[in-house]
T-cell receptor
């Protein structure tokens, strides 16, 4: 069965510092991979997605993620965090060609001024 | 254009009462999804509608949960005889219908069962 692990429940970084949020998945073939962000009181917004091709994916708001098949990982990165990035981040996986997303439990990001 | 909307944004109910949660998907989107987000948990898939096909109800946690989609647009999630463990945020999403298409999420309905 597919599964997604986000090992960090909470992360705190200073504004301007770099950020990496970890995501590991369990799936036999190449899955579809997603990162969503949820701000307080808001729905989930897609940051980026990976289906195939270039393993480094650029998203909105200056985020990027790299698919590493050997490590079954899809970590989210941002070189310089802004206070407005404080939110909860969810990684999701779907079997290629299907609509069922499996979500991780999320990582809550706090940004210090 | 308008995104996915959900109503009410908050719902407080007493244990044993029935509740209805509404979702208006993005116009033209044929696929609609319901998820449940419990405290400290990820999003849990509940049900999926695609066009006129039979819905995928495999994620519904019990027979107290049901959902319908009228006219291929608006959807209602109904929880009968609510229990305290039903307290969660219920999220609706829609997409254009292709499997790999992005799911766009609404703001959710926060349900509290006293």
């Amino acid at each position: 069965a597919q599964s997604v692990t986000q090992p960090d429940i909470h992360i705190t970084v200073s504004e301007g510092a770099s950020l990496e949020l970890r995501c590991n998945y369990s799936y036999g073939a190449t899955p579809y991979l997603f990162w969503y962000v949820q701000s307080p009181g808001q729905g989930l917004q897609l940051l980026l997605k990976y289906f195939s091709g270039d393993t480094l994916v650029q998203g909105i708001k200056g985020f990027e993620a790299e698919f590493k098949r050997s490590q079954s990982s899809f970590n989210l990165r941002k070189p310089s965090v802004h206070w407005s990035d404080a939110a909860e981040y969810f990684c999701a996986v779907a079997r290629s060609g299907t609509y069922k997303y499996i979500f991780g439990t999320g990582t809550r990001l706090k940004v210090l001024a | 254009g308008a995104g996915v909307s959900q109503s009410p944004s908050n719902k407080v109910t007493e244990k044993g009462k029935d509740v209805e949660l509404r979702c208006d998907p993005i116009s033209g989107h044929t696929a609609l999804y319901w998820y449940r987000q419990s405290l400290g948990q990820g999003l849990e898939f509940l049900i999926y509608f695609q066009g006129n096909s039979a819905p995928d109800k495999s994620g519904l946690p019990s027979d107290r949960f049901s959902a319908e989609r009228t006219g291929g647009s608006v959807s209602t999630l109904t929880i009968q005889r609510t229990q305290q463990e039903d307290s969660a945020v219920y999220l609706c999403a829609s997409s254009s219908g292709q499997a790999q298409d992005t799911q766009y999420f609404g703001p959710g309905t926060r349900l509290t069962v006293l």
